[in-house]
């Protein structure tokens, strides 16, 4: 599984420079708290007219705010734990992926 990971991340380097996106920072949580809402937000160079999804784990999310150096994704719910991975899409061909952990919301209140 560890190949197919490493196998993917090439492909979508080399299809970065092949799409003319320039992806320079990501704005995510650290750790994603299921069931509760939080934001994603792209910096780089982007073409608003074209289309633009966030998926994630087969659920598509369209952008509330495109501009032609931020796409920005409000209102993200995920509703399990445990590893999740976000493809970012331009017309349908991944150019990022991010991986983060969704922890029970009761986690976070607990002591250390």
């Known amino acids: 599984m ?3 990971r490493t196998a993917f991340s090439v492909f979508l380097f080399f299809l970065h420079f ?3 996106q320039t992806i320079t920072s990501v704005n995510a949580p650290k750790i994603i708290l299921e069931n509760i809402e939080f934001a994603i937000t792209y910096s ?13 784990n087969g659920t598509s999310f369209l952008p509330t ?4 150096d931020q796409i920005k994704f409000q209102n993200l719910s995920v509703h399990q734990s ?9 017309d349908d ?6 991986t983060r952990h969704s922890i029970k919301p009761w986690v976070s209140v607990l002591p250390p």
Request: proline residues 5%.
């Open 44 to 56: 780089g160079e982007f073409k608003p007219a074209d289309t633009y999804k966030l998926d994630c």
């Open 2 to 4: 560890n190949f197919s």
């Open 18 to 20: 092949l799409s003319g």
């Open 93 to 98: 061909i991944p150019i990022d992926q991010l």
């Open 82 to 90: 445990g590893e999740v991975s976000f493809n970012l899409l331009h």
């Open 65 to 68: 705010n495109l501009d032609s």
